[in-house]
């Protein structure tokens, strides 16, 4: 512990029993809630958080619509959005192989022709892996499609970035430009991914949540933990790979490529080793910054615990996501219904003042504005009002991704510790000192 200022908490304490309770009364669950059983054997009280503890995946997605949790979200977005905007300015090549979903449904960039107009409808796991076998390259690329055609809008944003620099295709000019498009990312949800991560813990654990100032207070402070958790996995990946590229500068020639034909089931093995480290990277990172927001630990406690966690529950791991998938639908949903009748009464309110035509015209002038068309001043600016309302309520998703990392986090660290999912490292309170 670095810092002895610190405790951990479990909300409420741990539950006891009086000395003179009837026994149904005392009973007790291995994972500490009660049984409640009589001596007929009728259960009469059960603790929910441990017969389903995933659960708590729910109250996550709960606590991703607090208006903290939604403004840390939306500052993260537009910084990422910033950052990306200057790259692209400045001409850093993009390359990403998965662009829009049009490119998946009419003529893909990554598979072309028939194949890509197909895709959504046939991309399936034999499909994928006959790709695979065949094709190595294009299985490659057909994965990420399909994986980016079934995620929600933010998580595949994640998939389609990660798809360069893992791609054995990628130039090096799309390598680079897509490594600072990262770089850029992991900086900048390390501020705002911890801070959510913070807010959601403390929610979820029945304490006192620091806000929006507490919470960009706490993500600037433990920030740098959250990123060199992803920037020392990474480099330790960079240095695997050394060996790898000697071999490669053999293979230019064909005699190199000989004898690399004939030792590649040893590379191999050493592909394993880096197989392991970029998915714990790229699985284990949102577990890394929920673990600082839980914790307040350094990296190396990020690492450790979320390649823990990872490798030693992956089914867990798996379940947890896609419970989180299934409850990204109707959450997801809720955002967008509430950004749009918020936008939708707004104009009705004002309609009652304006008269039917005006109204009729102000409309036609928003429809307007999309098509970019010239209109009033004060169309643009209800336009600007309207988009900004969107992409705030829009960026609900980065909130949601994160607040359902840290609960995962939580979840797997019960699994693997037994550590209650309620405790959350937290100040020191005034009037505890030694």
């Not at 994972?31 to 009280?45: F, N, P, S, Y």
């Not at 910033?82 to 192989?97: P, Q």
């Amino acid at each position: 512990m670095t810092e002895s200022t610190e405790h951990s908490t479990s909300a409420g304490g741990p539950a006891r029993s009086a000395p003179d309770a009837p026994a149904w009364q005392a009973g007790r669950s291995a994972a500490g809630g009660r049984v409640g059983v009589q001596g007929d054997g009728v259960i009469h009280e059960i603790r929910w958080s441990d017969a389903l503890p995933w659960w708590l995946l729910f109250r996550a997605a709960g606590a991703a619509f607090s208006p903290a949790v939604v403004m840390l979200a939306a500052l993260g977005a537009l910084s990422t959005w910033a950052g990306w905007s200057v790259a692209d300015r400045i001409g850093l090549a993009d390359g990403r192989l998965v662009a829009t979903a049009a490119d998946l449904v009419s003529t893909s960039s990554v598979l072309g022709g028939d194949r890509g107009d197909t895709l959504l409808a046939t991309a399936g796991p034999v499909r994928l892996a006959t790709d695979i076998v065949r094709n190595p390259l294009e299985g490659w690329d057909v994965g990420v499609a399909a994986v980016w055609a079934w995620l929600p809008e933010p998580a595949a944003d994640l998939v389609r970035l990660l798809s360069v620099p893992l791609s054995p295709s990628a130039t090096f000019a799309q390598m680079l430009g897509t490594s600072v498009r990262l770089a850029w990312f992991v900086a900048v949800w390390s501020i705002f991914g911890t801070a959510i991560a913070r807010q959601v813990a403390l929610r979820l654990a029945g304490e006192e949540a620091p806000g929006l100032t507490g919470g960009l207070w706490f993500g600037s402070k433990k920030w740098l933990s959250a990123f060199n958790s992803a920037a020392f996995v990474l480099l330790g990946l960079s240095v695997l790979c050394i060996p790898g590229a000697g071999l490669g500068l053999l293979m230019r020639s064909d005699i190199g490529l000989a004898v690399a034909g004939a030792i590649w089931p040893l590379v191999l093995i050493g592909g394993i080793v880096l197989a392991i480290l970029a998915i714990g990277v790229v699985a284990g990172w949102p577990l890394m910054v929920g673990g600082v927001g839980v914790e307040r630990g350094d990296s190396f406690q990020a690492i450790s615990t979320a390649f823990s966690y990872l490798y030693q529950r992956p089914l867990h791991y798996i379940f947890y996501l896609l419970v989180a998938l299934a409850v990204s639908l109707p959450a997801l949903a809720a955002a967008h219904l509430f950004a749009t009748a918020t936008s939708n009464l707004t104009l009705w309110a004002a309609s009652l003042g304006m008269g039917h035509d005006r109204t009729t015209e102000v409309l036609s002038g928003l429809q307007g504005l999309a098509s970019g068309n010239s209109v009033p001043w004060g169309i643009k600016a209800l336009g600007f009002w309207i988009r900004g309302l969107e992409a705030v309520l829009g960026s609900f998703g980065w909130g949601y991704f994160w607040a359902i990392s840290t609960a995962a986090y939580l979840l797997l660290r019960r699994d693997v510790d037994g550590t209650e999912l309620d405790e959350v490292v937290i100040d020191e309170l005034p009037g505890d000192s030694e």
